[in-house]
């Protein structure tokens, strides 16, 4: 099967926008929560974990505590999987404590249809009991195939299914934007 090529549509936000964004989002999380006990937030791989660093380290910033993070790999409880590779690469999950009774943020970069974070619930149900799961996520791109909803969002937008939406940070990428790609 032949990949689609993509082509850049706009940049949607820059560096400093995703910054703001960020802060933004730290600040909602700290308010739902009533500040930073039980918390503890978990990226999923790849781009979840530079999120969920730079939140952290947001939150640091903003109430002096330092907030566990972990890595979740969410390969293996894919309801695609077959279809994404014969022989899937799976990395390895780095949650370093329990999560039983805890209140989880989990964080990606993008949600869209919802399957990508019921797979991470399922495997978060893995690993404990946590009193509470949050989502925050940087772009909402609609199109939804599951009931789930972020509770913490960057930036809603409204996409077609031609389009995709590529957040880059440093981290993995060398730079921080979001662009509106399409599919030509």
Do not use: C, W
């Not at 195939?145 to 995709?164: C, Q, Y």
């Amino acid at each position: 099967m032949e990949e689609a090529k993509m082509k850049l549509k706009k940049e949607l936000i820059d560096a400093s926008g995703m910054n703001r964004a960020i802060t933004r989002i730290a600040h909602e999380i700290l308010e739902k929560n009533k500040g930073t006990e039980n918390l503890v937030l978990i990226g999923i791989r790849t781009r979840g974990i530079p999120l969920a660093e730079r939140l952290a380290a947001k939150i640091k910033e903003i109430e002096g505590v330092e907030v566990a993070t972990g890595i979740l790999d969410i390969t293996l409880y894919r309801d695609d999987l077959s279809t994404v590779a014969k022989k899937p690469i799976v990395h390895q999950t780095e949650i370093p404590f329990d999560i039983t009774g805890k209140k989880v943020v989990l964080v990606d970069d993008v949600l869209y249809t919802g399957r990508t974070i019921r797979a991470a619930l399922d495997a978060l149900i893995d690993l404990g009991r946590p009193l509470q799961i949050q989502l925050a996520i940087m772009i909402d791109r609609g199109h939804r195939e599951l009931p789930i909803r972020a509770d913490f969002v960057g930036k809603n937008l409204p996409t077609s299914k031609t389009e995709v939406v590529d957040v880059n940070f440093v981290e993995t990428d060398q730079k921080d934007v979001v662009l509106l790609l399409e599919k030509s």
